[in-house]
């Protein structure tokens, strides 16, 4: 009965590599989020999603591109991995698009590009 | 300046101790404050979610905001080994830009 859910859990490629991370959520929210999370543990947003309409879209290169097939799902493509892209990648939803309505995160991927 | 600030720590109290957690934040027009845990290699889970100023208690979890130092802050009583995680602060404004803090790590030492 996972809420947020997001695979896979560990991502370990080389440099110039394309991947994917899938994210979905059952919590009937329409707002989805991608957050990456530095080793410093800040988390930065880097998309929203609400009902499949990007409305944030953060100085992120356009190596990375997310998809929203429908209001239950974000993934995120990347392209030609970079070192400096290794972090943790949270996944993130939330009900509506006000203040009023706080995120609820997946358990993280941990990108290592080498 | 980041939207909100707070002290990385670590912090590092006996069992039993009561826990001050703290944040600065910068907007005045932020009204929503959430306080999330995170454990090691697990996403954020929402300890605490307050709108405006005052308290908001939850079972040994208290949330304090003071609008007029802009300051937030989270206080765990009776703490229990169980309570060692990250602690993160956020707020959110302006159609869902949450902005977090870079969280506080607590060790509390049986």
Known sequence: DTAVSQTPKYLVTQMGNDKSIKCEQNLGHDTMYWYKQDS???LKIMFSYNNKELI???TVPNRFSPKSPDKAHLNLHINSLELGDSAVYFCASSHGTGENSPLHFGNGTRLTVT | QKEVEQDPGPLSVPEGA???????YSNSAFQYFMWYRQYSRKGPELLMYTYSSGNKEDGRFTAQVDKSSKYISLFIRDSQPSDSATYLCATVYNFNKFYFGSGTKLNVKP
């Open chain 1, 56 to 58: 944030i879209n953060e």
């Open chain 2, 18 to 24: 009561i826990v001050s957690l703290n944040c600065t």
């Open chain 1, 40 to 42: 410093k543990k800040f």
